[in-house]
């Protein structure tokens, strides 16, 4: 058995801009808006409940604030000093203000990366013993996403 939460439906999609270097088209700074799904697997409690719907939300929506109108970048190809974060890719300087950037601890933003990274994160706080396998997915606009999963 299994619960959903349908990140377009339940509203849990963020705006935000990236760039992979490596790719011809997405080595140019753009945007997405993304949607963060989640499903829970696992079995029932006494009161009939794998986990309360409310602490997956509570967790997916942190994750989402985090992400949400933010430029998003790796926390280790970026240099930041006096309030301001550069980053330097195949010839191109970038400097952002600090409050206008994300820095996640992955090493390109891709869809795929960007999901186990949300991943490790849901993990950590839903956690409980009737929870066997926790399957995050981000879509990269309306159509097109990233699945991955951690049994637990
Ligand atoms: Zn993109």
Redesign the pocket.
């Given at each position: 058995m299994y619960l959903t939460i349908d990140g377009w439906k339940s509203n849990f999609t963020f705006s935000a801009c990236?760039?992979?270097p490596a790719h011809k088209k997405?080595s140019r700074l753009?945007?997405?808006t993304y949607a963060l799904h989640a499903r829970i697997h696992g079995q029932q409690d006494k009161s009939g409940m794998i986990v309360d719907f409310a602490v997956v939300k509570d967790a997916m929506r942190k994750i989402v604030d985090e992400l949400d109108h933010k430029v998003l970048l790796p926390k280790k190809k970026v240099k930041s000093e006096k309030n301001e974060v550069t980053i330097t890719e195949k010839g191109r300087r970038y400097v952002f203000p600090e409050t206008d950037v994300a820095l996640i601890d992955i090493p390109s933003?891709t869809?795929e990366n960007l999901a186990k990274y949300v991943l490790e994160k849901i993990c950590g706080k839903i956690k409980n013993k009737n929870i066997s396998e926790i399957e995050i997915g981000l879509d990269?606009g309306w159509g097109q996403g990233a699945w991955v999963s951690k049994r637990l």
């Open positions: 990236h760039m992979i997405c753009h945007g997405h933003l869809a990269e």
